[in-house]
């Protein structure tokens, strides 16, 4: 699976609309980009995936660029419970040797504030 | 309501013991998966199973075991030949088992604590 590359942390009013970057550039064509949320002490939280177009949900809307190598998850009106560490993951599909693990990296932590 | 359950929350027990975490799902979903949290650190893969009655070893699936009897059970067993097993452990289910993108769905997480 692609490393991904994400800030370490970013902060957000309340309201506003939260941009998450997320770094892929040595993603491979049959690798989708998945976003997950971990609120402090509680099991992640599937929020949007994607391979090649642009995908939005009743959470996020996930913007990847045409050359596949970035991503950006926009949280259009953040609230305070959308505080948590968001991880950007590129994955293959399921099946094959790689299945079904997903590698999860530092992440980035969202900080809203009122 | 369909999901994930964990039990206990938490769980502490004595060095030497060996230890059971349950996880129960009702999504009716082929897949399952234990990770294991260390704090300020990412997710890592102690087992998977992508079928009753199969199981596959993840990257740290040392000192653990599981069993897998039915389709909505998948429990794991810390046993005293785990190093350090003060963790954050999480299980998730996901649909498919060859082809698509299925994403995973995880449940609220044990917290066991050996002293």
């Known amino acids: 699976d692609a490393k991904t590359t994400q800030p370490p942390s970013m902060d957000c009013a309340e309201g506003r609309a939260a941009n998450l970057p997320c770094n892929h550039s040595t993603i491979s064509g049959n690798e989708y980009v998945y976003w997950y949320r971990q609120i402090h002490s509680q099991g992640p939280q599937y929020i949007i995936h994607?391979?090649?177009n642009n995908e939005t949900n009743e959470m996020a809307s996930l913007i990847i660029t045409e050359d596949r190598k970035s991503s950006t998850l926009i949280l259009p009106h953040a609230t305070l419970r959308d505080t948590a560490v968001y991880y950007c993951?590129?994955?293959?599909?399921?099946?094959?040797?790689?299945?079904?693990?997903?590698?999860f990296g530092q992440g980035t932590i969202l900080t809203v504030h009122p | 309501d369909g999901g994930i359950t964990q039990s206990p929350k938490y769980l502490f027990r004595k060095e030497g013991q060996n230890v059971t975490l349950s996880c129960e799902q009702n999504l009716n979903h082929d897949a399952m998966y234990w990770y294991r949290q260390d704090p300020g650190q990412g997710l890592r893969l102690i087992y998977y199973s992508q079928i009753v009655n199969d199981f596959q070893k993840g990257d740290i699936a040392e000192g653990y075991s599981v069993s897998r009897e039915k389709k909505e059970s998948f429990p794991l067993t810390v046993t005293s030949a785990q190093k350090n097993p003060t963790a954050f452990y999480l299980c998730?289910?996901?649909?498919?088992?060859?082809?698509?993108?299925?994403?995973?769905?995880f449940g609220p997480g044990t917290r066991l604590t050996v002293t």
């Open positions: 993951i590129a994955r293959r599909n399921a099946g094959g040797t790689s299945y079904g693990k997903l590698t």
């Open positions: 998730a289910s996901s649909m498919g088992r060859t082809g698509g993108a299925y994403e995973q769905y």
């Open positions: 994607g391979l090649k």
